[in-house]
């Protein structure tokens, strides 16, 4: 299995690269955020994604990053597209974060994941995070919480950006306040 490599990029597009590392040029799919340019030297760490029918590589700069792609595409539902979109809305410190704070809707706002999904990933992996058990309760309260933003004109967007930095231990209404000073000095 591939699980580093480093050249220099011949093709830079958003979401994929083409690293070309002793003559072989190797297509990378990379998080859409990760910038490079055309002959600019990258390393990236690797995932190898093998299937019947395709064999696909997934690289990230960090291999913290690495780690937590593999968590995310050993629960059951969450392919490694779908694990990659997570990396291409935020950071790997945000998503370990998220799942820390059982934030439901950090998750339910990326493309592909439905709320059994995201339910999913914080229940598989809180545990291998080293945060705790998940709190089922949490997870219901972290979605009424967005709700409440969403219904009040915020976009998923903007409320994903601050959903880490809410304390999940006030109530509901706390939780909103604190959500809008948030919102409003940003």
Do not use: W, Y
């Amino acid at each position: 299995m591939i699980g580093f490599l480093e050249g220099k990029v011949k093709v830079a597009s958003r979401g994929k690269v083409i690293l070309l590392c002793n003559g072989i040029g190797f297509t990378v799919s990379v998080p859409n955020n990760l910038t490079t340019r055309i002959d600019e030297q990258l390393a990236l760490f690797v995932h190898t994604h093998v299937r019947e029918d395709n064999l696909s590589l997934f690289g990230f700069q960090r291999n913290d990053d690495l780690d937590l792609f593999e968590k995310l595409i050993s629960v059951s539902g969450i392919g490694p597209k779908t694990a990659l979109a997570l990396f291409s809305s935020t950071s790997g410190d945000n998503i370990v974060q998220a799942i820390s704070q059982s934030n439901l809707a950090f998750f339910t706002s990326i493309p592909g994941i439905g709320k059994k999904s995201a339910q999913k990933i914080i229940l598989d992996l809180k545990s291998k995070i080293g945060s705790g058990s998940a709190d089922i309760s949490q997870l219901e309260e972290n979605s009424e919480l967005a709700d409440s933003l969403a219904s009040l004109g915020f976009q998923k967007s903007e409320i994903v950006r601050i959903m880490p930095q809410i304390d999940q231990s006030l109530d509901l209404s706390g939780q909103v306040k604190s959500a809008l000073k948030l919102l409003n000095t940003k």
